[in-house]
């Protein structure tokens, strides 16, 4: 039988790793043992997919979507009912590093097509990742790059691949950027089919050697006919490259960080964890598999339990899970994928380039009261399995005294760890109503209404805003 | 009655999805406009001129009456340069004032700081409708954004509370839970004080159906409601300076005219509302509502609609606006024409810095990115 703290820590990781899970999972999950857990995730291909086929045939709006939220909803359905969580994790870590923002692409179907990209190579090698980023077509057009050519050059994807993508400021040239881009000219999506009157098409990469820079270049100190692909395999070897890629791991898996823009003047909180990661990417030759092996069996990792704040989709994601009122084909996700929106997470559609400012950036008066209410709302309902369930234990213990009811509740929604303040209150609200009674119907019905209640109000806490 | 104090307040309505600025104020004696538009028009004897050029759409008679009071400005030719059918773009643009890259910061959330740099009023700016615009977010800027005035609240989600007892002790459990507490760090801190605040603005937003009350009947529709709530607000004198809401959707690429009809129909009706409450209570003298779209429709029609265009109608109203006819509508000449859209002739940036310049009486400046022509409507 595992222990309260294995389920606690395997809970952990699957929040992070995954987008949470049901406490009878969490259970079966710990009985494997914590490291085989973490290969378990690691190989997603071991799992069975999403059957796309049955999910295109039941929801037929999802494929080739035209407005975002369908495309938001598709991915919505896929985070809340996929049996590969850290396939999904790692797609939604690579959109917010890589943020691609249909605001301006206004093709949500194509970058949905990039985060399918993210969904395949987004374990692999960073390098091999990197060169399908630069032929992704939502890509190209987000920074320009059709509007990159020989003898005119436009530097804004060189720029932010540098800059945001891959070494960080102050590791580069102006000069390595110009290099960067006359590589990457020729690097451009085939003649589009227009919007007008049949829709949205999906775009395709072209590489168009007539249109490629072949002079010399000089890019970080390699000389010479450098294309597109030489330039990804110098970046994977640049020292800074490691480095930026560990600080965004951490910011995303394991603990909240500055924003990005401050990186250069503010060093990590845990730079020996960071300096473990290094080492994993290096020894690796950044095999993405490899360092999230070693951040997922880390100390650091591991005692970093509710360190970060619940980026809206972690929230909305979880929650649902948790209550099981999404599972399987059903209507509904487009409301999941606009309430994500609401939070201040569209996805598809991050605010910039640089993608969403997290931690507590995620968190103002608007978007505080939305997410205390759409957690409230669903972990309140009984009707939800998910919260039946949590009822039904509570009913099944020895005593019914209030303290069980709030141990009880809050180990079915975690192990959720809170802070002795809201513990208190949460005690004396329990207390209040004194023990629970389970003979007659009308006794029944008033503790179930109780047990709810009190999910609603620790669904509101500021611990659940914590992953 | 409420007394509201003399500062000014903007009220936003934004149409979302791009109206047709053609068949709104129509350029009914134009033989390009019947050349363009076999299908999709407004039929000769269904508008209501304003001039020998220009009519509103029938349906729109209430905003005739506004004009016909010198209380509303019609703004021609608004939009910006290299004007991106895109809806997504094009309304970034209008919420960041930036038409060249990827603007973060909204120009109404620079408002609100300027107006209260120090953030003491949860409800300076107030969003009604879900999830805030672009225009209105900026790091460290609080606004309140409401879905329904009536429900507005912590816990409103929560099915089954039985009573007002019960959710008192729920919200006073909240605020105690979120109360500071030493030793949890910062991020804890800071939300702990968001919740508070967010319970604060809830509980003092409240007191606005509250005290409400008025002979002015609003129609059941949503605009009617979302500005129905805009008037209680403003009514309860909470210090509200910007309200923003949206209505729409105006992308009628397809059966454009019952659809369009209704829009306008559903939008003068309630604007008409809204400001006969106001001036029921005299509390519109400080009130100027602005109207825009991210872009207008294509000239010539689709057969049953109209596809995405580019230049557009703003309309500026409030007691104290200079009404009439302001700019030039763009030439419908198919030579003039850029792609087939109306070619922009007034930046939008120039709406915005008048209203932020001489109505609000802020350095429009840095909230709209630079200098532009300015207009003598306000």
């Known amino acids: ?467 | 009655m409420a007394t509201t104090s003399q500062d000014p307040v903007l009220v936003i309505l934004q149409l979302t999805g791009a109206n047709d600025y053609l068949n709104t104020i129509v350029p009914y004696t134009n033989g390009y406009y019947w050349d363009a538009r076999p299908k999709v028009n407004i039929p000769a004897d269904q508008v209501v001129p304003i001039d020998d050029d220009l009519a509103f759409r029938s349906d729109m008679d209430q905003f005739k009456d506004i004009y016909d009071k010198g209380n509303m400005a019609i703004v021609h030719g608004v939009g910006f340069e290299n004007s991106p059918r895109s809806h997504f773009r094009a309304m970034d643009i209008w919420h960041t004032c930036e038409p060249d890259k990827i603007g973060t910061d909204g120009w109404v959330a620079k408002i609100i700081r300027d107006l209260d740099p120090t953030g003491e009023n949860v409800l300076k700016g107030v969003n009604f409708g879900q999830g805030l615009p672009r225009a209105m977010t900026m790091r460290g800027v609080p606004i309140t954004s409401v879905n329904h005035l009536a429900t507005y609240g912590v816990f409103s989600s929560v099915s089954g509370i039985n009573s007002q007892d019960e959710r008192t002790q729920l919200l006073d459990s909240f605020a105690r839970m979120y109360s500071p507490a030493i030793g949890n760090g910062l991020t804890m801190e800071y939300i702990g004080q968001t919740g508070l605040d967010a319970l604060r603005g809830a509980d003092i937003i409240k007191i606005a159906p509250q005290q409400y009350s008025s002979t002015v009947e609003y129609g059941s529709t949503s605009i009617a409601t979302s500005l129905k709530d805009v008037a209680q607000v403003h009514l309860a004198g909470l210090g509200t300076q910007v309200f923003y809401t949206s209505h729409g959707p105006f992308d009628t690429h397809f059966n454009q005219g019952g659809s369009h009809a209704k829009l306008w129909i559903d939008i003068s009706e309630a604007v008409d509302s809204f400001f006969a409450d106001l001036q029921e209570h005299n509390a519109s003298e400080n009130v100027v509502m602005m109207i825009f779209s991210e872009f207008g429709r294509r000239v010539r029609d689709n057969g049953t609609g109209t596809d995405h265009g580019a230049a557009g109608v703003a309309f500026v109203i409030g007691d104290r606006v200079k009404g009439g006819m302001y700019g030039a509508y763009p030439s419908l000449k198919p030579e003039d024409l850029t792609q087939g859209d109306l070619e922009p002739n007034y930046d939008f940036r120039g709406l915005y810095s008048t209203i932020v310049d001489k109505w609000m009486g802020l350095d429009a400046v840095p909230i709209v990115g630079g200098q532009f022509e300015q207009m003598s409507f306000v």
Not at chain 1, 147 to 157: A, F, L, Q, R, T
Request: proline share 6%; charged share 20%.
């Open chain 1, 1 to 467: 039988m595992p222990t309260k703290q294995d389920i606690a820590l395997i809970a952990h990781l699957m929040r992070r790793a995954g987008f949470g899970e049901p406490r009878a999972d969490l259970v079966a999950r710990a009985d494997k043992g914590y490291e085989a857990v973490v290969e378990e995730l690691l190989h997603p291909e071991d799992q069975p997919p999403i059957d796309e086929e049955l999910m295109y045939r039941i929801l037929p709006g999802y494929e080739g979507a035209l407005g975002p939220p369908i495309s938001q909803a598709d991915w919505m359905f896929r985070m809340v009912n996929t049996q590969r969580p850290l396939e999904e994790k790692i797609a939604l870590f690579w959109h917010q590093m890589f943020a691609t923002s249909n605001s301006k692409v206004d093709n949500p179907p194509e970058i949905g097509r990039q985060i399918a990209m993210f969904r395949e190579y987004g374990l692999g090698k960073y390098g091999e990742l990197l060169v399908e980023l630069a032929k992704s077509p939502a890509m190209i057009f987000w920074l320009d790059n059709h509007g990159n050519h020989d003898g005119s050059i436009n530097e804004n994807w060189g720029r932010e691949l540098l800059e945001l993508f891959s070494l960080g400021v102050g590791n580069y040239t102006e000069d390595d950027i110009k290099s960067a881009a006359r590589a990457f000219t020729g690097w451009t999506i085939a003649p589009k089919i227009p919007r007008n009157p049949l829709g949205r098409f999906f775009w395709n990469f072209e590489y168009k050697p007539e249109d490629h820079d072949d002079g010399k270049k000089t890019f970080l100190g390699h000389t010479g006919n450098l294309n597109g692909e030489d330039i990804m395999g110098i970046i994977v070897d640049q020292p800074a490259s490691p480095r930026f890629l560990a600080r965004h791991l951490y910011r995303f898996f394991v603990a909240d960080e500055p924003d990005v823009s401050s990186w250069n003047s503010i060093p990590p909180n845990d730079p020996a964890a960071i300096e473990i990661l290094v080492d994993a990417y290096n020894e690796s030759h950044g095999d993405i598999r490899a360092i999230l092996r070693v951040l997922f069996n880390s100390d650091f990792f591991k005692t970093s339990q509710f360190a970060r704040v619940k980026s809206p989709a972690e929230l909305i994601v979880g929650t649902v899970r948790m209550a099981g009122n999404y599972e399987g084909f059903r209507p509904g996700f487009n409301n999941l994928a606009l309430e994500c929106a609401w939070q201040g997470q569209e996805l598809l559609n991050p605010p910039s380039v640089e993608g969403w400012h997290t931690g507590a950036a995620w968190i103002d008066a608007g978007a505080l009261m939305r997410r205390v209410n759409f957690a409230a709302g669903v972990l309140g309902d009984i009707s939800h399995p998910g919260v039946r369930a949590i009822v039904d234990r509570v009913q099944l213990q020895p005593n019914n005294s209030a303290q069980t009811m709030v141990a009880v509740c809050l180990d079915s929604m975690g192990p959720l760890q809170v802070s002795d303040t809201t513990l208190r209150e949460l005690l004396s609200h329990a207390l209040n109503g004194g023990e629970l009674a389970w003979n007659t119907p009308e006794e029944i019905s008033s503790s179930e209404d109780r047990v709810s209640k009190l999910l609603a109000l620790i669904a509101a806490s500021k611990d659940y805003q914590f992953a």
